[in-house]
């Protein structure tokens, strides 16, 4: 199993990014999905959440209206577009599965500053 998380940079307050988790080792329709993130000094913070199937979405409530989970099937690849973003969505990103919860990706760095 292997996740590797890309798209993070340094945006202005305001801006957007989309995040990207390619998914090796197994099919991610058939689990739910999540992204965590992790500010500096802070613990790990679950952001967004897909479920198997038909997908169903939920959002920490500090990012609801800004972020959407989405996930590509066919690259077997899990998605989070971030818009609006604000300095305190500055943070390592990560995405995560549940039933392989012993393993995580290096993250992806997002710094939102002017």
């Known amino acids: 199993v292997q996740f590797v998380e890309s798209g993070g940079g340094l945006v202005e307050p305001g801006g957007s990014l989309r995040l990207s988790c390619a998914v090796s080792?197994?099919?991610?329709?058939?689990?739910?999905m999540k992204w965590y993130r992790q500010a500096p000094g802070k613990e790990r913070e679950l952001v967004a959440t897909i479920g198997s199937g038909f997908g169903s979405r939920l959002y920490v409530d500090s990012v609801k209206g800004r972020f959407t989970i989405s996930r590509d099937n066919a690259k077997n690849t899990v998605y989070l577009q971030m818009n609006s973003l604000k300095p305190e969505d500055t943070a390592v990103y990560y995405c995560y599965a549940p039933a392989f919860s012993q393993y995580w990706g290096q993250g992806t760095q997002v710094t939102v500053s002017s």
């Open positions: 080792g197994f099919t991610i329709s058939k689990y739910v």
